[in-house]
């Protein structure tokens, strides 16, 4: 059973810093691209940022573009989103995801970040 877990979230002043971590298992995803999505209250699901396997390729949302950077560690089959300077606007639920034939087919459960003013 493939499972990705994310871990990190939680209460943070507006200014604030949070790493979110992605840890899978169940297979290896070391080949595949992976990517953070999150979904604000009463809104559709949105991506974040998005990192290849070869870890140089990353891409990122304007809305935390120069805030956020998305890294991953194949030896430990993990993604992480380091979110610095945090927004209220940032408040979302965060998932991440794994990619397999350029869809993304395997989701977390999600982890909660609140940013308070």
């Known amino acids: 059973q493939v499972l990705l877990v994310e871990s990190g979230g939680g209460l943070v002043q507006a200014g604030g810093s949070l790493r979110l971590s992605c840890a899978a298992s169940g297979r290896t995803f070391s080949r595949n691209p992976m990517g953070w999505f999150r979904q604000l209250p009463g809104k559709e699901r949105e991506f974040v940022a998005d990192i290849g396997w070869s870890v140089t390729t990353t891409t990122y949302a304007d809305s935390v573009k120069g805030r956020f950077t998305i890294s991953r560690d194949n030896a430990k089959n993990t993604v992480y989103l380091q979110m610095n300077n945090l927004k209220p606007e940032d408040t979302a639920v965060y998932y991440c995801?794994?990619?397999?034939?350029?869809?993304?087919?395997?989701w977390g459960q999600g982890t909660q970040v609140t940013v308070s003013t």
């Open positions: 995801a794994a990619a397999e034939a350029a869809k993304y087919r395997y």
